[in-house]
């Protein structure tokens, strides 16, 4: 229905028409294509128990692992840790209402925060008081551990356990 309509669109507004119609036609096979691949993915994610927010795909675990286990899990989901990029995708993440993994780690180089993705930090919702390596210790892997108010962030030891969070990017 939408493809007939649009191509009768494109065909009524073009001068040279035969050629604009197999250009146009061209176009809209792959748009498609692409659109059928998206679909499949939805649905594939959707029954998996996948909640789509703003753009993205989330799985929340239902068990604790550490951060970098929790890492290797989404990166075999064909997703990664969460990247959190907005307030609305902060209290989407305090919902669940557990001490969650996030994407983001400062392992590299100590003091410098660093997102999954390869992101520096620009927004961020640390507690207060937080990050605090505390008492010394090596905490660069972060959770959201204060999910009662937005600024729930913390720094904690990378070989603890908690749930983790795997996003995955979907715009349709
Ligand atoms: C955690 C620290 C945290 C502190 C906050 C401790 O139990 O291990 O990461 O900074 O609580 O009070
Ligand atoms: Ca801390």
């Given at each position: 229905?939408?493809?007939?309509?649009?191509?009768?669109?494109?065909f009524?507004?073009?001068?040279?028409?035969?050629?604009?119609?197999?250009?146009?036609?061209?176009?809209?096979?792959?748009?498609?294509?692409?659109?059928?691949?998206?679909?499949?993915?939805?649905?594939?994610y959707?029954?998996?128990?996948?909640?789509?927010?703003n753009?993205?795909?989330?799985?929340?675990s239902?068990?604790?692992?550490?951060?970098?286990?929790?890492?290797?899990?989404?990166?075999?989901?064909?997703?990664?840790?969460?990247?959190?990029?907005?307030?609305?995708?902060?209290?989407?993440?305090?919902?669940?209402?557990?001490?969650?993994?996030?994407?983001?780690?400062?392992?590299?180089r100590?003091?410098?925060?660093?997102?999954?993705?390869?992101?520096?930090?620009?927004?961020?919702?640390?507690?207060?008081?937080?990050?605090?390596?505390?008492?010394?210790?090596?905490?660069?892997?972060?959770?959201?551990?204060?999910?009662?108010?937005?600024?729930?962030?913390?720094?904690?030891?990378?070989?603890?356990?908690?749930?983790?969070?795997?996003?995955?990017?979907?715009?349709?």
């Amino acid at each position: 229905m939408m493809l007939h309509d649009s191509l009768i669109l494109l065909f009524l507004l073009s001068d040279n028409k035969t050629l604009d119609f197999e250009a146009s036609f061209k176009t809209l096979t792959e748009e498609r294509d692409e659109l059928k691949k998206k679909l499949t993915d939805f649905v594939h994610y959707s029954q998996q128990g996948w909640k789509y927010f703003n753009g993205s795909f989330y799985y929340i675990s239902s068990n604790m692992k550490t951060w970098n286990e929790s890492r290797t899990d989404c990166l075999q989901r064909g997703a990664d840790l969460v990247v959190v990029n907005s307030e609305e995708e902060q209290e989407f993440i305090n919902r669940y209402q557990k001490r969650i993994w996030i994407g983001l780690a400062d392992s590299e180089r100590e003091g410098t925060w660093k997102w999954v993705d390869g992101t520096p930090l620009t927004t961020s919702f640390w507690h207060s008081g937080e990050p605090n390596d505390y008492e010394g210790q090596n905490e660069d892997c972060v959770e959201t551990r204060f999910f009662n108010e937005e600024n729930g962030w913390n720094d904690s030891i990378c070989g603890q356990r908690n749930f983790w969070m795997c996003e995955k990017k979907m715009f349709l």
